[in-house]
């Protein structure tokens, strides 16, 4: 057993008894959540900010996604879906930072490209800050925390099976994600998007859990978690340049600059060439 699991043992305890371990590890990540929460609140302007709370809040409903068949239906449903909601508030502004990222990288590798840079990454910045704004109103700030804090409460109340040897548990999941994951990679068409976006989900769940779960399992998961985070990577250049490619046709759509439409259209060729011709090497 891991010496931090060992640690918890002998540290946390609740009414008498010694928490769940798995429940611990929950505990910690929403812990997390709140932390990062504070940290987008005080500097919304910094992308890494929203990017570590988007994260954070991914990463908690990765875990439980994993732990599925041992939860109730209805409490799986219930944080499943309090936690997408409370993800998607912030899944705009963070195409945009995605999309200045790299519109940035062409700018860089063109600078010959266009003479009007400097208004679209004004552009651009204005885009985001109407995000930014919009994600810190009183009335979105009310309705993620309401979303927590129900994801909380159900947190509270989750009732785990005592008979269950999580070590085993933990190692068996692992094992039937990895080999549902490695077969459905392989079969995969790079051209269908959506099945793309699907394994990318399912290569974060199983890397999520082989990252946090190691310490309940004395199963070897680093193999596991480097495999899973490669599909990840590769399943995300894609679905990153399809996003990034339907937002800038957008963007193109509704700027008044024909010399910023014409930037906007030429990158977003390079992200439509991107997930075009991608192959497998992983």
Known sequence: MDIRLKLYFSTIKKRGF???????????????????????????YDPERVHDLRVSIRTLRGLFKFLKRALSPTSFATIDGFLSQAAKIFSSLRDIDVL?????????????????????????????????????????????????????????????????????YISDELKRRKNKLFKLYTDLDFQDYS??????????????????????????????????????KKCGIITDAHVNYELLQYLATQTKSNDVKKILLRIAQTQHDIFASTKKDV
């Open 195 to 232: 099945r793309v976006h699907q394994i990318r989900k399912k290569a974060k769940t199983l890397r999520y859990a082989a990252d946090y779960f190691a310490e309940v399992t004395s199963k070897n998961t680093q193999k596991i978690h480097k495999k899973a985070k490669q599909i990840q």
């Open 18 to 44: 010694i928490m769940n371990p798995i429940l611990v590890i929950l505990q910690r990540q929403y812990s997390t959540i709140q932390t990062e929460l504070t940290r987008y609140r005080n500097n919304p």
């Open 100 to 168: 200045i990222i790299k519109s940035s990288e062409f700018a860089y590798a063109h600078p010959q490209e266009s003479n009007n840079y400097r208004q679209l990454f004004h552009d651009l910045h204005v885009e985001r800050a109407q995000k930014m704004r919009s994600s810190i109103t009183k009335t979105t700030i009310k309705k993620l925390t309401d979303y927590l804090t129900r994801v909380k409460k159900q947190l509270d109340v989750l009732n785990f099976n005592k008979d269950i040897d999580w070590s085993i």
